[in-house]
T-cell receptor, first 111, second 117 residues
Framework: DQQVKQNSPSLSVQEGRISILNCDYT??????FLWYKKYPAEGPTFLIS?????DKNEDGRFTVFLNKSAKHLSLHIVPSQPGDSAVYFC??????????FGDGTTLTVKP | ETGVTQTPRHLVMGMTNKKSLKCEQH?????MYWYKQSAKKPLELMFV???????ENNSVPSRFSPECPNSSHLFLHLHTLQPEDSALYLC????????????????FGNGTRLTVT
């Protein structure tokens, strides 16, 4: 049973528009959530995180929203840039640590 | 050199070979991890070392043997692997918080692409 799901394998967005990447989880013990970005032939790099005591965290063009009742989080990128084209992974931690990852969503930002 | 470095980047080995993957982190972190990424599957945690002590072993077959000689180095020794072990193996490090939980972001290396023939 996959506890963290990214149901959209891919997303294509026009440059300058908003990109919204979604992630759903099933384990109510998750209390910390992270987004990573991965370029081809590179390892994932940390992007932004959010604690379960918050519902929003913003860092520049990136905002993560958490809806605990729906067990859903999303990553908003605005405005999207071609350099944002990558695979985005969401990850969830319990208070015992250990990140559980989703399958990833491939974002393509078209110029 | 900065960050997390993994060698080799690519490895092809037969099922009877013995090889090792190496990871080195230059971030002063106190926890290191091995993850496996197979095609069309999420990242799977294999091993966690905290302060050079293995604290997690996610039911990984014994043909994978980790070693952490110090807080900066991590190895994954491979022997008698199977073709289904072909995958991208990622090393990561993080700074464990005083609570002992791993909410600090992971810093990944670029991975070793392993092919077992």
């Amino acid at each position: 049973d996959q506890q963290v799901k990214q149901n959209s394998p891919s997303l294509s967005v026009q440059e300058g528009r908003i990109s919204i990447l979604n992630c759903d989880y099933t384990n109510s013990m998750f209390d910390y959530f992270l987004w990573y970005k991965k370029y081809p032939a590179e390892g994932p790099t940390f992007l932004i995180s959010i604690s379960s005591i918050k519902d929003k965290n913003e860092d520049g063009r990136f905002t993560v929203f958490l809806n605990k009742s729906a067990k859903h989080l999303s990553l908003h990128i605005v405005p999207s840039q071609p350099g944002d084209s990558a695979v985005y992974f969401c990850a969830a931690n319990t208070n015992a640590g250990k990140s559980t990852f989703g399958d990833g969503t491939t974002l393509t930002v078209k110029p | 050199e900065t960050g997390v470095t993994q060698t080799p980047r690519h490895l092809v080995m037969g099922m009877t070979n013995k090889k090792s993957l190496k990871c080195e982190q230059h971030l002063g972190h106190n926890a290191m991890y091995w993850y496996k990424q197979s095609a069309k599957k999420p990242l799977e945690l294999m091993f966690v070392y905290s302060l050079e002590e293995r604290v997690e072993n996610n039911s990984v077959p014994s043909r994978f043997s980790p070693e952490c000689p110090n807080s900066s180095h991590l190895f994954l020794h491979l022997h008698t692997l199977q073709p289904e072990d072909s995958a991208l193996y990622l090393c990561a490090s993080s700074q464990e918080t005083p609570r002992g939980v791993y909410n600090s972001p992971l810093h990944f290396g670029n991975g070793t692409r392993l092919t077992v023939t």
